[in-house]
């Protein structure tokens, strides 16, 4: 969960970022290990590697726990091993749980997942433009697909009340609920999903979503330990950690419980995964219909989903790939944490990892794991259509992304998480525009496609109720097709303005000499002073906030010195930039060097472009500690 604002306080800085599910892109470890005790040392390394204090798995069949065990440290300070019964967070997988607790209301007849929320929670706030004709459902809410922005950095700053209720937590902050597109058309991962359809249920049943789960879920699954609170028994819980694998984590209350709560241990977390290997069966006590099950494991609300498509993100669920094979799961990662769980229905076995470092070290365990475990499988055979010339050429061309998973990082995303499909040779490959790995992007049928390597399609093309074209995938970045000439316009203009206000840095080792020393003095002083102030007013106040201190979610979440910087220094680089236009301007009837003034007006004319397109995103003057 605590990714997502990783994601947001990195798009400042980053040229792009693409979801923070690289494991598609992990490199595959050689040689797999052919034992528990391989595969276990394996993770030794890895962790030792990698800083990261300790882990607890679980690897299972449909009969029973293939192995579960720790591999390292649960407490540095206390020398306290990591075993299967340690408690770990396990940060978003707590959706699957969440959805499980909503299936078993369905089937009881207390909720209907076609049910708008407004109906189901009426006291949860939020704006959908398209109430009317397009309300957003339970459905949609679980599935990513209301529209809404990820939750906010006050949101994901607030971690300190134990006692927050649920009503109380969708009630802090509820400025991120507004559908930014058409809900049920596309994935975008959202934190206050989840939450919405929890309080739907606690209205339904009449408990709170703690006791509700609690005895609906966790205990039939004898998952007694598992709890979304901190354990009365503290010795249970594993410490969380910083990226140096020493400093200690706090241990975060997060507001919106359902979406990311769960403390689990890798013994207990093996009867979830018995459980949907088996169809809602473990151990001879069903607790859901097995269409219940594959219920969870479709999608239905995207654009791709509706077009027939079922690789995707369904009920707190969602497909992915591992060695050659369809698995569902979920991953999850809070403050201290990391975790993934996987399990393949097709072959009847599945896996559960935590550890206690946030790290993408966890992709190279998963990968260990999921060859061991598949070790005596034969990889699916990857299907490949054939498609005319003219079928392929519709599909070639350049994608935007449209949907952001946070709004903010919008102004920077559309011009760099742009990807370009070229047809080659008869083949298709896909590239990011800006760096990235060319991969042949291959049809499986006429509108959906797979990566060179995956046995299925991953991206699927669909056309919006505008007669747009759109390039769809299981996590969001849904791309919408653009002519080229749009894409490296606006590439351009930004090149541009960025070439100007970088070079009044330059040009001040050159005028601000030559001042001294008598030069330039026609030039009245303003027309370059203040662009250049303006420049360094929007570095101080974008960049310096992001190389201090490291715990930038409790500084840019509260009003801190931080975040005032953020606050102030865009508004003065706004008043500067329109300050120095209107004195280059004036500028230009002097006498000084022609050059210097066409440079000074340049510069303050990128300025005034740049306040223009950082406003028109909601970044000048913004206050994150209020947003």
């Known amino acids: 969960m605590k990714s997502g604002i990783r994601f947001l306080a990195a798009g400042f800085l980053l040229a792009v970022l693409v979801s ?31 800083r990261i204090p300790g882990a607890s798995i679980a690897l299972v069949d449909r009969d029973g726990v293939i192995w579960a065990g720790g591999v390292g440290k649960a407490d540095l300070a206390a020398d306290r091993d990591a075993t299967a019964d340690t408690l770990f967070r396990v ?44 309300p957003i459902t339970l459905a949609m809410a679980l599935e990513h697909t209301t529209g ?16 927050m209720t649920l009503v109380e937590g969708l009630a802090f902050n509820p400025s991120s609920r507004v559908s930014r597109w058409k809900p049920g058309t596309h994935m975008s991962y959202c934190n206050a999903g989840p939450p919405i359809v929890a309080r739907a249920l606690e ?22 330990q598992s709890s979304f609170h901190f354990p009365e028994n503290a010795a249970r819980m594993a410490k969380g950690y910083r990226d140096d694998g020493v400093t200690e984590a706090h241990y975060d209350h997060i507001t919106i419980r359902p979406s990311g709560a769960l403390n689990s241990s890798a013994s207990e977390m093996a009867n979830y995964l018995r459980l949907m290997l088996n169809r809602g069966e473990l151990d001879g006590r069903r607790l859901l219909r097995p269409e219940s099950i594959e219920r969870m494991e479709t999608p239905t609300t995207t654009l791709a989903a509706r077009a027939g498509h079922t690789y995707g993100y369904g009920l707190g669920n969602y497909t992915t790939i591992v060695n050659g094979h369809l698995f569902h799961g979920h991953d999850g990662g809070i403050t201290g944490f990391a975790a993934t769980s996987a399990y393949s229905p097709d072959l009847g076995v599945g896996f559960h990892i935590s550890v206690n470092r946030p790290s993408g070290a966890i992709r190279e365990i998963r990968e260990h794991v999921g060859k061991f475990l598949t070790r005596d499988f034969e990889a699916l055979e990857p299907p490949r259509a054939d498609l005319t010339e003219e079928q392929l050429r519709a599909v070639a061309g350049y994608y935007q992304l449209v949907t952001p998973r946070s709004e903010l990082t919008r102004f920077m995303l559309r011009l760099l998480d742009t990807r370009r499909v070229s047809l080659e040779a008869g083949s298709l490959f896909v590239k990011p525009l800006i760096g990235g790995e060319r991969r042949e992007l291959i049809p499986v049928t006429v509108d959906s496609f797979r990566l060179e390597g995956r046995p299925v399609a991953t991206r699927f093309l669909v056309t919006d109720e505008t007669g747009d074209r759109i390039l ?14 749009w894409v490296y316009g606006q590439l351009a203009v930004a090149a541009a303005v960025l070439t100007l206000m970088v070079s009044s840095l330059l040009f001040a080792f050159i005028w601000l000499p030559a001042r001294v020393f008598g030069r330039f003095s026609e030039l009245p002083a303003q027309a370059t002073l203040v662009p250049l102030l303006a420049v360094l007013s929007l570095l101080g106040g974008v960049l310096l906030p992001f190389v201090l201190n490291p715990d930038m979610i409790t500084d840019f979440g509260n009003r801190t010195a931080r975040s005032m910087t953020v606050f102030l220094g865009t508004i003065a680089f706004a008043a500067l930039s329109f300050y120095g236009l209107i004195a280059a301007w004036r500028s230009w009837a002097s006498d000084g060097p022609r050059a210097a003034r066409l440079h000074a007006l340049l510069v303050a004319a990128a300025c005034v472009i740049a306040v223009l397109y950082l406003g028109g995103h909601g970044l000048i003057g913004l206050r994150t500690w209020a947003y």
Do not use: C
């Not at 494991?23 to 590697?49: C, K, V």
């Open 472 to 485: 769809q995938g299981r996590f969001g970045g849904n791309a919408r097709q653009v002519p080229g000439w």
């Open 91 to 134: 940060g978003s997988i707590s959706k699957s749980f969440n959805a499980l607790a909503v299936m078993t209301a369905v089937e009881a007849g207390l909720l209907d997942l076609d049910t708008p929320i407004r109906e189901a929670a009426p006291d949860v706030a939020f704006e959908n433009p398209w109430q009317d004709t397009r």
């Open 20 to 50: 923070f599910h690289g494991s598609l892109w992990a490199d595959e470890p050689n040689d797999p290990p052919e034992t528990i005790a391989g595969l276990r040392a394996a993770i030794q390394a890895i962790l030792e590697e990698n």
């Open 203 to 224: 209205i339904a049943s009449g408990q709170d979503f703690e006791s509700y789960v609690r005895a609906n879920v966790l205990d039939p699954l004898g998952m007694h």
């Open 148 to 163: 809404f922005d990820d939750i906010r950095v006050r949101e994901y700053a607030k971690v300190d009340d134990p006692g």
